[in-house]
C-alpha cells in the first residue's frame, strides 16, 4: 500500500530533551516536507526537500533541523525542545514530474507532540 | 505573498442538502488550486484540484470545484451533504512564481447533521 509513515504518533517530553520525529515514504517521491498545525492557521511549511541531500527552508523553520539521507527518509529534528513546539506535525511527500507545482501531495497521519 | 483565505471556520449543514465550502487566494498570475479533507486522527487527503482547463473539477467522494478567475475563488461544493462528509477542509494554492510553495488556508469544519 502506498503511504507516508510517521513515528511517534504522540509524543509528551520536556523542554529541552532532544527529540526526533520519523517519516518514510514507499512510493519514490522525490519531494517531501515538513508541516506544522495550529488552529486557524492551517498547515505552515517547517522544511521540504526536494531530493536526497537537497533541504531547504520554510515558512517556519526555527528550532528544526531535518536531512535527506535516503530518498525514502525525512526525519525532523527538535534539538532543543520548547513549548511553543507544541502542535500537530504532518510529513508529507509528492514527485516532482510532470511538474511539481501541479502534483498533489500525500500526508502520513499526522504526530502531535506536546513540549511541557 | 500568495494567500489563501477561508472566511468560514465553521459551516452547519443538514444531511442532503447542498454544501459549499469557501475560499479566495491573492496572487497574480496563473494559481494551482488544491483542496484536501483531514478526518478525525488522520491526514490530510486530497479531494481536487485545478490546474489547467475546465473551470469547474470534479472529485473524490462526490465533491467539485469552480475556479473564478475574475474573483479569485476556488468553492468546494457537493450537491447533496453526507454526514460522514463531516471533516476539517483545507485550500491551498501554489505558484511557480513563488517557488513553487504550497501555501494553506486556515481550515474550514464542515459539521453535516443528521
Known sequence: EAQVTQNPRYLITVTGKKLTVTCSQNMNHEYMSWYRQDPGLGLRQIYYSMNVEVTDKGDVPEGYKVSRKEKRNFPLILESPSPNQTSLYFCASQFILPGLAGNEQFFGPGTRLTVL | ?114
Open chain 2, 1 to 114: 505573498a500568495q494567500s489563501v483565505a477561508q472566511p468560514e471556520d465553521q459551516v452547519n449543514v443538514a444531511e442532503g442538502n447542498p454544501l459549499t465550502v469557501k475560499c479566495t487566494y491573492s496572487v497574480s498570475g496563473n494559481p494551482y488550486l488544491f483542496w484536501y479533507v483531514q478526518y478525525p486522527n488522520r491526514g490530510l487527503q486530497f479531494l481536487l484540484k485545478y490546474i489547467t482547463g475546465d473551470n469547474l473539477v470534479k472529485g473524490s467522494y462526490g465533491f467539485e470545484a469552480e475556479f473564478n478567475k475574475s474573483q479569485t475563488s476556488f468553492h468546494l461544493k457537493k450537491p447533496s451533504a453526507l454526514v460522514s462528509d463531516s471533516a476539517l477542509y483545507f485550500c491551498a494554492v501554489r505558484f511557480k512564481a513563488a517557488g513553487n510553495k504550497l501555501t494553506f488556508g486556515g481550515g474550514t469544519r464542515v459539521l453535516v447533521k443528521p
